[in-house]
T-cell receptor
Framework: DQQVKQNSPSLSVQEGRISILNCDYT??????FLWYKKYPAEGPTFLIS?????DKNEDGRFTVFLNKSAKHLSLHIVPSQPGDSAVYFC?????????????FGAGTTVTVRA | ETGVTQTPRHLVMGMTNKKSLKCEQH?????MYWYKQSAKKPLELMFV???????ENNSVPSRFSPECPNSSHLFLHLHTLQPEDSALYLC?????????????FGEGSRLTVL
């Protein structure tokens, strides 16, 4: 059963605009969330994370928002740049339960149009 | 050298062949992982090794056989595979399997089973 879901398989956005990627989870024990970015022919690379004690974490152009009551998180990229075109994976783990394994979503392919 | 190196990058094999995938990490990490990525599906955890000891086998069929001779090297031995095993196999490492979940991935080995 898929515990992390990214319901939008793809997203197209114009350069300079905001990209918003969404992720939903079902396991209420998840308390640590990560976003990974993957270019073709490369492995995923860590982008940004957030602990459940926070509702927002910002790193440059990337901000992750967490809504625990809705079991939903989102990644905002602003402004979007052509180099942001990639597949973005949402992942989660349950650290307080000592379950450190990451559960991944299926990914969202972002295309930034010039 | 890159942090996590996988060879070969591409592999085509018949159902009766025996082949191996190799992963090497140069990050001084203690934990190594095999993930499977099929098209449009989440990354699936296959095996976890922590300090050379297997700590996780996620119900993987026995036609996949992992080997971890030391903390820097991880192999995935393949035999009598099925066409549905065709996928991208990703190796990852982390500083211990009991951490905040940030994984460092290799570029993957694209496997095609004929």
């Amino acid at each position: 059963d898929q515990q992390v879901k990214q319901n939008s398989p793809s997203l197209s956005v114009q350069e300079g605009r905001i990209s918003i990627l969404n992720c939903d989870y079902t396991n209420s024990m998840f308390d640590y969330f990560l976003w990974y970015k993957k270019y073709p022919a490369e492995g995923p690379t860590f982008l940004i994370s957030i602990s459940s004690i926070k509702d927002k974490n910002e790193d440059g152009r990337f901000t992750v928002f967490l809504n625990k009551s809705a079991k939903h998180l989102s990644l905002h990229i602003v402004p979007s740049q052509p180099g942001d075109s990639a597949v973005y994976f949402c992942a989660a783990s349950a650290l307080r339960s000592n379950d450190y394994k990451l559960s991944f979503g299926a990914g969202t392919t972002v295309t930034v149009r010039a | 050298e890159t942090g996590v190196t996988q060879t070969p990058r591409h592999l085509v094999m018949g159902m009766t062949n025996k082949k191996s995938l190799k992963c090497e990490q140069h990050l001084g990490h203690n934990a190594m992982y095999w993930y499977k990525q099929s098209a449009k599906k989440p990354l699936e955890l296959m095996f976890v090794y922590n300090f050379k000891e297997q700590t996780e086998n996620n119900s993987v069929p026995s036609r996949f056989s992992p080997e971890c001779p030391n903390s820097s090297h991880l192999f995935l031995h393949l035999h009598t595979l099925q066409p549905e095993d065709s996928a991208l196999y990703l190796c990852a490492s982390s500083q211990g399997s009991m951490n905040t979940g940030e994984l460092f991935f290799g570029e993957g080995s694209r496997l095609t089973v004929l």
